[in-house]
């Protein structure tokens, strides 16, 4: 692969790092010649700076070989990048970023509201019960990024008890106490980190705090811990995108 030095072509009695600039790939026409694009428009922006206080950056860092791509990468000033985004030697220019590997996972023995996270409708036949039941529905994720790795979800509720579905990574906050008389805090603990029934896309810079709406299909604000200021208030549909009105 050909690297081409770094051209800055800006006055050297002024501090270029005062201009601002970004990092391109621009994609040149098939018939262009890239070597020839880029020397033309090297003494271009030469010239334009000579005997003037404006600066253009235009630092070529890397060509791409024959063959692959007709390109090259560039950190531009934006007088630069507004030019060669009008050149006619230019196909189209993309911000050179950097590229994420995904790990897409698809589980098929996901429960239908896993499934449901991922579209807008209601699954196909899903008000049957029998159906309800199976777990034959398609959740698919990220393993590296969508799994809650490295993320402590602390739940507030009747308990959790530490079963197949965590793998031992239950902490209770007094560990001589680790039942769950009621059972919905080890449902909603599930729902959350579950193995198999978890969501576990989870991604937290800080603390985020999310408390149930109370499923009275009415306004959350009137009720308690739902209306707490600087919380993320969940309620809850069925299988048909209907609201749950019972206190469950």
Avoid at 102 to 118: D, G
Avoid at 175 to 185: A, C, I
Wanted: glycine share 6%; hydrophobic share 35%.
């Amino acid at each position: 692969m050909n690297i081409v030095t770094s051209v800055d072509f800006a006055d050297d009695n002024e501090d270029s790092t005062t201009v601002e600039t970004k990092k391109y790939i621009i994609r040149l026409k098939d018939e262009v010649d890239l070597s020839d694009h880029v020397k033309n428009h090297q003494n271009k922006f030469h010239r334009a700076v000579e005997g003037s206080e404006k600066k253009n950056i235009f630092k070529v860092y890397q060509q791409f070989p024959p063959g692959f791509i007709n390109a090259y990468a560039a950190e531009l000033s934006l007088d630069v990048f507004k030019e060669l985004n009008d050149c006619r030697d230019v196909s189209y220019i993309n911000e050179d970023t950097e590229a994420i590997l995904w790990r897409i996972v698809e589980q098929s023995n996901a429960c239908w509201s896993l499934s449901r996270l991922q579209s807008r409708d209601p699954q196909a036949n899903v008000a049957d019960p029998e159906i309800v039941n199976n777990l034959n529905f398609r959740y698919v994720y990220d393993d590296e990024r969508e799994t809650g790795r490295d993320v402590d979800i602390y739940i507030v509720d009747t308990g959790v008890v530490d079963n197949n579905q965590f793998g031992h990574r239950v902490q209770p906050i007094n560990p001589n106490d680790t039942n769950d008389e009621d059972g919905h805090g080890t449902f909603v603990a599930g729902i959350a980190a579950g193995t198999r029934w978890g969501v576990a896309k989870l991604v937290a810079g800080e603390v985020h705090v999310v408390v149930a709406a109370g499923n009275y299909d009415a306004d959350a604000s009137d009720f308690a811990p739902g209306s707490a200021a600087d919380v993320i208030t969940v309620g809850a549909t069925d299988q048909d995108k209907v609201r749950i009105t019972g206190v469950v």
